[in-house]
């Protein structure tokens, strides 16, 4: 690994991910394992490829990732936004066509905390007027 890595990182609900991408054929590994059998529902690969195609990079980069915490579903929002990212480094001239997309923006929407009395986060027990 001596060739030029960029590197982003990304973060949906509770899954953070750390993308590398270095010139490459276009694989994308996930946690040690390709992406595709790691994200086996399709609209979750379509989530990952979405920076690489829409900046038409997907035959020149290989893709390495490290995610952890939340669900496929976080994780791989997290891992969209890494490369997103990463690609900025690569060529701050991509930022217009990423933006545009949506990609650099960070999806902020957590899960909302249990409160305490009650039997979720906005859910309330039954009212009992007798």
């Known amino acids: 690994m001596n060739e030029v ?25 996930v946690n040690h394992v390709d992406f595709q059998e790691y994200f086996r529902n399709r609209t979750q690969q379509v989530v990952v490829l979405q920076p690489l195609m829409q900046t038409e ?5 290989d893709v390495y990732v490290n995610v952890k915490g939340g669900g496929y579903s976080g994780q791989a929002g997290a891992v969209r936004l890494g490369i997103a ?4 480094q ?24 249990k ?15 007798r």
Do not use: W
């Not at 990182?9 to 590994?29: D, H, Y």
């Not at 990079?57 to 980069?61: H, P, Y």
């Open 85 to 88: 990212r990463a690609l900025l």
């Open 57 to 61: 990079n997907n035959d020149k980069f």
């Open 5 to 29: 890595q960029h590197y982003g990182t990304g973060k949906r609900k509770s899954a953070t991910a750390r993308v590398f991408l270095m010139a490459g054929e276009g694989q994308i590994v």
């Open 115 to 129: 409160k305490y009395g009650q039997p979720g986060a906005r859910k309330r027990f039954q009212f009992s007027k």
């Open 90 to 113: 690569f060529d701050p001239d991509l930022r217009a066509t990423l933006k545009k997309a949506g990609l650099l923006r960070r999806d902020q929407r957590v899960k909302e905390r």
